[in-house]
């Protein structure tokens, strides 16, 4: 009885598991196919929404470029509707452009950004043009964190749903099947658009986008047992001249004549052939992403007759997407370096090994490599270990090290001029940077830098600058005794500062700069214009002093911020002076600057500043005093803007001084400001208390600026209550 349950058992069990292995045999295998079309291919998303609300279960994947993309993620475990919600909250500003936080750059590189209008770059004394208008890092980091949940995966075969997607070999003009690897970097591979986006190394090949050579994949899913096939097919036809508009017109157009000799048999082997309509939109109409999710939306209702049948019972599996919030990192891995040291790397992404990091701060450590545009790409990539993960970087070092850069700048004070620079970097040493460069205008200066950076270890540099006006000015720099004694109600000025200084520097608390130094300076100003048998010399001097200084900022415009806070802090014992005057006596100046910004609404922008400064010692240099006055100017010394007054107007060894600005953007980089400054200054104001009382001086000023290509272009008029004057200022361009 014992042996018969037992047949009986064995009888049974086989039977369902050849019942069992019928069915999914008999099963058909669907296959998804997503062809290429930038932006346009945002209508995928829409057709996965119909497909998943169906119960239609997806077996294999195959995409080209935005097909890709979006193909990818979907295999990996997002359903349409969550595409759709990840696809809202995009920039897609940043889609486009190699967008690098304000923040995440230096002091020297925001210096970099924010005082130049061209930059032409060389190699080997040759002009070296960049390969496309972007690294697309942006993209690569939403990639990496979108799909962070399958990053243990290396074979695509593996994923949820199988996947694979499609580049081109740039230089033979291959297809190439990307199947294994790094998703997100197989995913950027494939929708890399020549000119738009920097090719992507993979296994020795440099790809492309795939729509070069095959923008619709579907003989690959046959190849791999797919027997019905949804494709979506997103391609324009060819146009008419008339309707070939831009760049990107051109580059679609002629990425189209051999794939749509194509189509019709790739059509024929599509069991379901779906077609948004998305006429009138381009690969980079990303701004316009929720309309042409609806398009595909829309045009898979209208093959419902055909999708019905393979309608299902299926869900799809919520698959964990880690909360990516932070990340044990056990070691870092950095590959390729040369022209760079270990240090320098670790300095700028601001966290070491054995530490535990926000996913975010990996992404701003990744920015600040890229913000030092010392690399023509970084990609990185988390490898498990039982601890934690290990980081891996890959670099691969610019090889453009020497550039010529152009700026543009007028203001009221130092007026118009040309400023040429040359760069070089890696001149001496790893991590260094020289600098030089040359105003030519009105007024003569030139500012030259060289700076090893050496990351959290001490970096070092060296700075000589040299700077000349000449002004009328109601201001002597000696308590206006000079005036008072020749009767004049103004002196012609000419001031000239020549600065060198040597300083060390490292990061402190991972946020600010702090360094230290030793600075030799000398100041000479004389006036034509003195009477009374006066010397025309009013200072002639050499000053030495140790310089020291904290600085943080994290605004994201300097000029229009709309957040984010700055601080700089500087303390200068002055220990020697030549002494013309023969009266030198050891001082100290120090000074403190602070400004935080944020956004009452979507278009104003609140600024508050606060600023202050004192001298220590019985007998300062008064050429060295807080000047107050102006507008648009770069600092020179202890001269700062004051609306309301002309230029260095007030002065004194000690000075407090507030301003709020509130700035309202009428249209985009097109912006309506109101400012109101207020200030004590005087003499030894923090000793009897005057710096807290009510302000001696205020001003008020009217503006409009422009964000253009040289810089900003701004015009303010300003007034103050106590003087009753008026003044209009004009700036143009980056200050320098």
């Not at 390729?336 to 535990?356: E, H, P, Q």
Request: hydrophobic share 40%; aromatic share 12%.
């Amino acid at each position: 009885m014992k042996k018969l349950l037992l047949l009986f058992i064995f009888l049974w069990v086989a039977f369902a598991s050849y019942g069992q292995d019928s069915l999914v045999q008999n099963k058909p295998k669907i296959g998804l196919v997503l062809s290429g079309g930038g932006a346009k291919g945002l209508a995928h998303i829409g057709v996965l929404k119909v497909i998943d609300s169906l119960g239609i279960k997806i077996d294999c994947v195959a995409g080209t470029s935005m097909g890709a993309i979006i193909g990818g993620l979907y295999a990996s475990g997002y359903s349409g509707k969550e595409l759709d919600s990840l696809f809202k909250e995009i920039d897609t500003d940043a889609l486009l452009q190699d967008y690098t936080p304000r923040e995440s750059k230096t002091f020297y590189e925001k210096r970099n950004d924010e005082i130049y209008a061209f930059s032409l770059p060389f190699n080997k004394f040759k002009v070296e043009l960049p390969k496309a208008l972007s690294k697309g890092l942006y993209n690569y980091h939403l990639m990496s964190k979108l799909t962070k949940h399958v990053d243990h995966i290396n074979d695509f075969e593996k994923l949820p749903i199988p996947f694979l997607c499609i580049a081109t070999n740039v230089e033979t003009g291959e297809e190439v099947i990307l199947k294994k690897g790094t998703l997100p970097k197989a995913l950027l591979a494939s929708g890399a658009i020549p000119t738009l986006y920097n090719p992507i190394e993979i296994d020795g090949k440099m790809l492309i986008d795939g729509g070069v050579v095959n923008n619709y994949p579907v003989e690959e899913l046959l190849k791999r047992g797919a027997n019905i096939i949804i494709g979506v097919d997103v391609q324009d036809g060819l146009k008419k001249l008339n309707d070939i508009k831009g760049a990107t017109g051109i580059l679609s157009q002629v990425t189209n004549y051999s794939m749509i000799e194509k189509m019709s048999k790739k059509i024929e082997l599509t069991t379901i052939y779906i077609k948004p309509n998305i006429k009138g939109y381009t690969v980079v109409s990303f701004e316009k992403g929720n309309e042409i999710v609806i398009k595909g939306e829309e045009e898979a209702k209208k093959h419902l007759n055909e999708l019905e049948p393979l309608k299902g019972n299926y869900i799809r599996p919520h698959i964990q997407k880690k909360g990516v919030d932070s990340i044990y990192i056990t070691d870092l891995q950095i590959n390729n370096l040369d022209k760079f040291t270990r240090a320098y790397i670790v300095g700028k992404l601001k966290f070491n090994s054995n530490s535990k990091v926000e996913y975010s701060a990996v992404e701003k450590g990744i920015n600040n490599l890229n913000a030092t545009q010392n690399f023509e790409s970084i990609f990185y990539y988390f490898q498990k270990n039982n601890v934690g993960e290990r980081l891996v970087i890959d670099l691969t070092e610019s090889k453009k090290n020497t550039f010529l850069k152009l700026g543009l700048h007028y203001d009221d004070l130092l007026k118009s001029a040309l400023l040429l620079n040359v760069t070089k970097k890696n001149l001496i040493a790893k991590n260094d940077v020289f600098s030089l460069d040359v105003g030519l205008g009105d007024n003569f200066r030139y500012n030259l830098n060289y700076y090893v950076d050496n990351g959290f270890y001490i970096s070092y540099g060296f700075n000589s600058k040299y700077i000349v006006l000449n002004r009328n000015l109601k201001n002597d720099f000696s308590g206006n005794l000079l005036l008072q004694n020749s009767g004049l109600s103004s002196l012609n000025i000419d001031f000239s500062d020549f600065s060198n200084q040597a300083y060390i520097q490292t990061i402190f608390a991972q946020k600010f700069s702090i360094g230290a130094g030793v600075e030799l300076k000398h100041l000479k100003i004389k006036s034509a214009t003195i009477l009374n048998n006066e010397d025309p010399i009013i200072d002639n001097s050499d000053y030495f002093s140790l310089v020291g200084y904290l600085k943080y900022d994290s605004f994201d415009n300097k000029y229009f911020p709309k957040k984010g806070w700055y601080f700089t802090g500087d303390l200068k014992p002055v220990l020697y002076s030549s002494d013309r005057a023969n009266n030198f006596e050891r001082f100290t100046i120090a000074k403190a600057d602070g400004a935080i910004a944020f956004t009452l609404c979507k278009r104003f922008t609140f600024k508050l500043q606060s600023e202050g400064g004192f001298s220590i010692g019985e007998n300062r240099v008064p050429y060295l005093d807080f000047a107050l006055g102006g507008y648009g100017f770069t600092q020179i010394n202890n001269l700062r803007p004051f609306l309301g007054y002309d230029f260095v107007a007030l002065s004194g060894n000690s000075y407090v001084k507030g301003s709020l600005v509130l700035d309202y953007e009428i249209f985009r980089k097109n912006h309506f400001n109101f400012t109101a400054n207020y200030a004590n200054i005087g003499n030894n104001i923090f000793d009897d208390g005057t710096w807290i009382k009510k302000p001696m001086y205020s001003g008020y000023g009217l503006g409009y600026g422009l964000e253009s290509l040289i810089g900003p272009i701004e015009i303010k008029h300003s007034w103050s209550p106590e003087t009753k004057d008026h003044y209009t200022w004009f700036s143009i361009g980056f200050t320098f």
